[in-house]
């Protein structure tokens, strides 16, 4: 079946490190997104990808970074985590910008703690 | 940008009662989403629904767009229907990128 996976599924890492969550999906599907979830809040747009090779900033892209090599992965880069980074990470993909193929579907996360 | 409001942000129930959900929204959308969110944190796509009615078990949900708001019904709750229910929208022109209310957080109770 086809899916969206992402690693690692929880993550520990210190002040000032670069880390990488990975993001991959099977559905073949052109858009892929990503999200913050901090405790007790609904899901802020980082970044999103349209196709290969296209990168756009969402509403908290500060600190993250994005590269969209192949039509499967969309991994997102903390060039220096910051504990403000602490939070569950969503990696969301949908097939088109136009209804009704724009429904979006979400991975199971990504737990970081920055320390 | 789009606003969304949940509403209740709280509500526990007895198992077997029913309950609604309602989202509200600032502008004209071309997407709607509910999700649930499990106590494990996973998002379930549950509905989406820009415009109607759709039945998937003892869940359905009503969007009527012309009046801006989304209502999502649970019949004869369980407690596996336990966790956060989110609406999430897009609005018209706004490039396939959703806006999430903050949520209703749904206790059912044995």
């Known amino acids: 079946d086809a899916e969206i996976t992402q690693s690692p599924r929880h993550k520990i890492t210190e002040t000032g490190r670069q880390v990488t969550l990975a993001c991959h999906q099977t559905?073949?599907?052109?858009?892929m997104f990503w999200y913050r979830q901090d405790l007790g809040h609904g899901l802020r747009l980082i970044h999103y990808s349209y196709g290969v090779h296209d990168t756009n900033k969402g509403e908290v892209s500060d600190g993250y970074s994005v590269s969209r090599s192949n039509t499967e992965d969309l991994p997102l880069t903390l060039e220096s985590a910051a504990s403000s980074q602490t939070s569950v990470y969503f990696c969301?993909?949908?097939?088109?910008?136009?209804?009704?193929?724009?429904?979006?579907?979400f991975g199971p996360g990504t737990r970081l703690t920055v320390l | 940008g789009i606003q969304v409001e949940q509403s209740p942000p709280d509500l526990i129930l007895q198992e077997g009662a029913n309950s609604t959900l309602r989202c509200n929204f600032s502008d004209s959308v071309n997407n709607l989403q509910w999700f649930h969110q499990n106590p494990w944190g996973q998002l379930i796509n549950l509905f989406y629904?820009?415009?109607g009615t759709k039945q998937n078990g003892r869940l359905s949900a009503t969007t009527v767009a012309t009046e801006r708001y989304s209502l999502l019904y649970i019949s004869s709750s369980q407690t596996t229907d336990s966790g956060v229910y989110f609406c999430a929208v897009e609005s018209n022109n706004a490039g396939n990128m959703l806006t999430f209310g903050g949520g209703t957080r749904l206790m059912v109770k044995p």
């Open positions: 629904i820009p415009s």
């Open positions: 559905w073949n599907h052109n858009n």
């Open positions: 969301a993909s949908s097939e088109s910008v136009s209804p009704p193929y724009n429904e979006q579907f």
